[in-house]
């Protein structure tokens, strides 16, 4: 089983960029899909990105087309998402989450890091 940690959220003007890690332990990374979610207050939580096991494939929502980058290091055991041109409604809870059947729900989550945009 694996648990992830998030980091690298904080408070960041529009047009600005984060960068977020989510830290993977206590199971094999390079096995699992990982994903990118986000909730704002009073919103569902909702897929932003994902990437598959070894990194060929990836997939973004239609709000971090363009400006949102997903990355993994398997050696590392990391995952990223690099978020540039930032606006104020991606303001939210970013959580990071890992699966190992592509098709099917995520397994495993992280507790969250919040990021601010201010305008």
């Known amino acids: 089983q694996v648990q992830l940690v998030e980091s690298g959220g904080g408070l960041v003007q529009a047009g600005g960029s984060l960068r977020l890690s989510c830290s993977a332990s206590?199971?094999?990374?390079?096995?699992?899909?990982m994903g990118w979610f986000r909730q704002a207050p009073g919103k569902d939580r909702d897929l932003v990105a994902q990437?598959?096991?070894?990194?060929?494939?990836?997939w973004y929502s239609d709000s971090a087309k363009g400006r949102f980058t997903i990355s993994r290091d398997n050696a590392k055991n990391v995952v990223y998402l690099q978020m540039n041109s930032l606006k104020p409604e991606d303001t939210a809870v970013y959580y990071c989450?890992?699966?190992?059947?592509?098709?099917?729900?995520?397994?495993?989550w992280g507790q969250g890091t919040q990021v601010t945009v201010s305008s």
């Open positions: 989450a890992a699966k190992i059947d592509w098709v099917r729900k995520y397994d495993y």
């Open positions: 206590g199971g094999t990374f390079s096995r699992y899909h």
């Open positions: 990437i598959t096991y070894n990194g060929d494939r990836t």
